[in-house]
């Protein structure tokens, strides 16, 4: 009996702990974004998670695809190479570093939101490092990042021939 009362209330407090990680992770975009007649600015400050954050305006508005660009100063900047043989990316991380430039679109897999961005940035000496970004913390100050919304969903896929994701185009 004891342990069934422990086991509902372990599931209890986990099931709240997620509902409210879900209302969190709503709540960071609020008062951070800006519908434009394109899409939409997004202005993220210290701390926020870019590619989360990303993520969860594709899910919110419910964007079909979509591209972006961005700037702004990071405190953390997680770059990838991506090791075909292996099928996985090496990644490094950069502290403390300026973003000069983000690129990137947003694309639907698996009924989820799929982020494929790149950027470069510069350290305190001016050094450069960049390639496939897999994670951005927003240092002091802001991120800026325009999306550009498409009318059409599109989704990417894993290709067959390079086992990596790809973006599929519509059929014309």
Not at 13 to 42: E, F, H, I, R
Not at 61 to 75: K, L, R
Not at 127 to 136: F, K, M, S, V
């Amino acid at each position: 009996m004891i342990l069934k009362q422990a086991l509902s209330l372990l599931t209890l407090t986990l099931t709240l702990s997620v509902m409210g990680t879900q209302a969190a992770a709503a709540a960071d975009l609020k008062g951070k974004v800006m519908k434009t007649p394109t899409g939409y600015l997004v202005v993220l400050r210290h701390g926020d998670n870019v590619l989360q954050s990303l993520e969860q305006l594709a899910r919110d508005e419910q964007i079909p695809s979509a591209s972006f660009v961005g700037i702004g100063f990071m405190s953390e900047a997680t770059f990838g190479f991506y090791d075909f043989q292996r099928k996985q990316f090496d990644p490094k991380t950069f502290r403390s570093v300026e973003m000069a430039n983000m690129t990137g679109s947003i694309a639907w897999k698996e009924g989820k939101p799929s982020i494929h961005a790149h950027g470069t940035v510069t350290d305190g000496s001016f050094n450069g490092a960049g390639g496939h970004l897999l994670g951005l913390t927003v240092g002091t100050g802001s991120c800026e990042i325009t999306v550009t919304v498409y009318p059409q969903r599109l989704e990417r896929f894993t290709d067959p021939e390079i086992q990596a994701n790809v973006l599929g185009l519509p059929q014309q």
